[in-house]
């Protein structure tokens, strides 16, 4: 009755070249719709921010934008745009990425458009104060004028976690932002957007040999720099209990999540695939356990989830990371009682396990999210270019779903027993306004 | 480093278009009266499927308790049949890959899933069995209604939902559309037995569009879906939003919202439907104004003025009404400015003509971004089933593009003069009226009014 068994591995086929400036190089070939994705993988993340300089990452994503040696401000945008092309990028905790997704004809000129800003962005002061405004909007928008806007992403880590660099806030303090100058983005550049410091992945509808020369054309003449060693961002494993509290002015229920190391993403893969397995088990639909229980058992619970990894992709992040379960409760329901349920349940799969059926119902569900995202072109080739980033194996996306399928039920009864109440990090989010 | 100047000779030119997949739809009405639309799609191995159902409220001073009640039925109708109860079908989808949402917006119900193709007459069984034998049982339909009143609480206490809940209020008055989320008190007086009936009254096949998408054939696909729904039957057809109203602009409304950083500016008014001549030009003429990044009103008030991360306008449909829609999220000290911006780029779409590059830039960007959003298997079900709700078929979309490609400067501009001039279009902004009225005033007549959010739920 299951997929278990079904095939489920992505046989793109994976070219990879590296060109002598050190840029790698992955081409992801897939001629059934007439459309290409070019990804750029920096290896900087809001994890190599210096002290002082919270939110500079991201800061400097948005410069990126700005134009380039050839490309004046605006330009960057019209040339996609104009081609019939959609672009963006994002920062996350250990890179940074910058994509397009264009009719096929138009792969060069996306091409040209990543190399002109790998080899010389538009670092201005009149560019820079511009998107420190324009970021700020963004902190305004999706943090300072809503409810819930820092809850838990950016408040979870400061309790579950020891080192600078897994505490602090990577969108920034107004502070830091402010204070951010030409130099630093110019020391930041020449320091981590090195050509050996990227990976250039490129998917879709495209001649292998030919986008190779033009890659060689358009990035072999980028100079090559020292590429800065990769920073080590894991940490000792707690051994206590963490609790904090917010307030939420603008909130009008309050909220409680719980978040716990997990095994190594990278180092451990193996181990860290049954946790993947087991956030799913726990949150993802009506079948899930802390559904039932939170949400129509015990109605503790008007919404629950739970997820690996601070954005909730597991598999674009280094060591360290959490699982965290995030409860929005009514305000009659005591937070002792939410807290008490999710251990319950996290301690009923540590104790007596999971039956292969459930476990099959599960994979099949996950499998088939993963499929889904590399149904698009563009979610394909981002996927491929994380996994050469993060896990060196870009090939690894397309394996993912099998991996996923072939995880036992003891590993996702071990990684439940890794789920310890009193390992936790507990943040209980206090709705103090009430609606407004 | 001196400012760079585009020189287009290094630009590299485009090459020839590869030809866009053209899907082959096979459509068949079944005896119950349900459309089903099959189209195979090569690419990974799974199916979408879209039920819609017209949903909309019967009558205007039925609205309020319909839309509450909708909101409870959507989640309600999972709850259990007289086979299952709620685990029990969530469990038989999740084996197959599959999740049923179902969401009701003023026009249907849409129940979703993406599945393992091999999963699909299984899932059409579940399906089926949601359909003819929800059994409501009271004591969860109880627990679902003040989840929804919670969830409301919540959602009313997002900025975004205000400003969109306030515009909405002010552009259809009486008419259902109005009311964009179910007032808390009609919600908790949501019984099951009302459920039971609005169920079998409403939840019908004839009129209602099934849609799958993916990895199947096209004939079997069909024939599963006529053995598995033949049970799916019932008296009467969907009912349709009534014709919505266009109401005059009216004063600027501030929505009082102490203590924001940030205001919410919204515009709407009235577009073309989809089937109306004048909507190619009227979405160019959107795009060009503040559809895309390349657009004058990102130029101007995030990339020249750092007002607004994310400016941006738009054309959306309902059954019964299309809408041309501007919204900026601002800083509370820059309220007036960016209205004043934003209000001047509406005026000079309606008063001056776009150039031919602005107009070829749209295009190609429509164009490249339809092709892109029905490139994979979920945006074509999801387009198709969209739609299907105005009673459209796929031949729509290649009718669409040719009509595209043939608008010109000046119909962008007639169609700027009559959709986008700011006169047209109805305001609200959300933020703190201390703050921000007297700077807006200094441009028009202003009326401020407190929170809808602050009545507490």
């Known amino acids: 009755m299951t997929a278990v068994g079904a095939d489920l591995t992505l046989r793109h086929p994976v070219e990879r070249l590296s060109l002598d400036n050190g840029l790698r190089v992955v081409l992801a070939p897939d001629r059934s719709v007439p459309v290409v994705a070019v990804t750029v993988f920096y290896d900087v993340g809001m994890r190599n921010e210096p002290e002082g300089r919270t939110g500079f990452a991201h800061l400097f994503e948005h410069v990126m934008f700005q134009g380039s040696a050839h490309v004046p401000k605006m330009e960057h945008a019209r040339l996609v745009q104009a081609a019939g092309g959609t672009f963006n990028g994002s920062t996350h905790q250990d890179y940074t990425n910058y994509y397009e997704a264009l009719p096929a004809e138009a792969l060069e000129r996306a091409l040209f458009l990543e190399a002109d800003r790998m080899a010389a962005p538009a670092i201005t002061e009149e560019n820079l104060r511009n998107q420190i405004d324009v970021v700020k909007e963004e902190i305004r928008v999706n943090v300072l004028n809503r409810p819930y806007g820092a809850f838990p992403w950016l408040q979870l880590p400061q309790i579950a976690f020891e080192s600078f660099a897994n505490t602090h806030d990577g969108y920034g303090s107004f502070v830091d932002l402010e204070s951010s100058t030409v130099a630093d983005a110019t020391d930041f550049f020449s320091r981590y957007y090195a050509p050996g410091n990227a990976v250039l992945c490129i998917g879709g509808d495209l001649d292998v040999a030919q986008t190779e020369r033009l890659v060689r054309r358009w990035f072999g003449p980028v100079e090559a720099r020292d590429v800065p060693p990769t920073p080590h961002t894991g940490e000792p494993s707690p051994t206590t209990v963490r609790r904090d509290v917010v307030e939420d002015r603008l909130a009008p229920a309050p909220a409680v999540a719980l978040g716990w190391r997990v095994p190594d993403p990278v180092g451990d893969l193996d181990t860290y695939l049954g946790t993947v397995l087991l956030a799913e088990l726990l949150s993802e639909g009506d079948a899930s356990r802390l559904e039932r229980r939170l949400v129509h058992d015990d109605r503790l619970a008007v919404a629950q989830s739970s997820y690996v990894g601070l954005f909730g992709d597991p598999f674009d992040v280094r060591d360290a990371t959490l699982l965290t379960t995030q409860v929005h409760h009514p305000a009659a329901v005591p937070v002792d009682d939410v807290l008490a349920a999710v251990h319950d349940e996290i301690g009923r799969v540590a104790g007596e396990g999971v039956t292969a059926e459930e476990l099959a119902r599960v994979q099949a569900r996950a499998g088939a999210q993963l499929l889904r995202q590399a149904d698009s072109v563009l979610g394909r080739t981002l996927a491929f270019g994380a996994a050469e980033l993060v896990h060196g194996r870009a090939e690894l996306a397309g394996e993912l779903a099998a991996r996923l399928a072939a995880v036992t039920p003891d590993q996702v009864q071990a990684a439940a027993r890794g789920l310890d109440p009193g390992t936790a990090a507990v943040l209980e989010l206090r709705a103090t306004g009430g609606a407004r | ?457």
């Open chain 2, 1 to 457: 480093m001196s400012a760079p100047v585009l020189d287009l000779d290094l630009i590299p030119p485009l090459g020839e278009p590869r030809p866009q997949p053209v899907p082959e739809v096979a459509t068949t009405t079944l005896p119950s009266g349900l459309d089903v639309v099959v189209v195979p799609r090569p690419g990974v191995p799974l199916v979408e499927l879209r039920l819609r159902v017209p949903f909309a409220a019967g009558t205007p001073r039925g609205a309020a308790q319909h839309t509450a009640r909708a909101s409870v039925l959507s989640g309600a109708v999972l709850l259990g049949t007289a086979q299952h109860d709620a685990t029990g079908i969530a469990q038989a989808l999740q084996g197959h890959g599959a999740e049923l949402t179902v969401a009701a917006d003023p026009d249907r119900l849409l129940f979703s899933t993406t599945l393992l193709a091999e999963g699909l007459a299984p899932v059409l069984g579940v399906l089926a069995e949601v359909l003819t034998a929800a059994a409501y049982p009271a004591d969860r339909v109880e627990a679902e209604r003040d989840r929804v009143a919670e969830r409301i609480a919540i959602a009313r206490s997002q900025p975004g939902v205000i400003a969109r809940s306030a515009l909405a209020a002010r552009r259809y008055g009486a008419h259902p559309y109005a009311a964009q989320l179910p007032a808390p008190e009609l919600v908790g007086k949501v019984g099951a037995a009302a459920l039971r009936r609005l169920h079998r009254e409403r939840v019908l096949p004839a009129g209602s569009t099934l849609v799958l998408v993916g990895d199947l054939d096209a004939a079997a696909a069909t024939d599963a879906v006529a053995a598995a729904l033949g049970e799916w039957t019932g008296e009467g057809t969907a009912v349709g939003a009534p014709p919505a109203p266009t109401l005059a602009p009216g004063h600027l409304e501030v929505v009082d919202r102490p203590g924001a950083v940030q205001s919410n500016i919204r515009l709407g008014g009235p577009a073309p439907g989809r089937t109306d001549p004048d909507l190619p030009a009227v979405r160019l003429a959107g795009m060009v104004f503040g559809g895309y990044f390349s657009s004058r009103l990102v130029e101007n008030i995030r990339e020249r003025r750092g007002y607004s991360y994310s400016p941006r306008s738009a054309v959306d449909h309902l059954a019964a009404a299309s809408s041309f829609l501007v919204e900026a999220d601002v800083a509370t000290e820059v309220t007036g400015p960016a209205f004043l911006e934003t209000w001047a780029e509406l005026g000079r779409m309606a008063l001056a003509p776009v150039t031919e590059a602005e107009l070829d830039a749209a295009r190609r960007y429509v164009l490249g971004s339809m092709a892109l959003s029905t490139a994979t298997h979920a945006g074509l079900a999801s387009t198709l089933s969209a739609l299907a709700g105005s009673g459209l078929s796929a031949e729509w979309l290649a009718e669409h593009q040719r009509a595209l490609a043939e608008v010109t400067v000046d119909q962008v501009q007639e169609a700027a003069r009559r959709y986008l001039a700011p006169a047209a279009l109805t305001g609200v902004v959300v933020g703190d009226a201390e703050r921000v009225t007297d700077a807006l005033r200094a441009l028009g007549p202003v009326d401020v009014t407190a929170s809808a959010a602050a009545d507490p739920a």
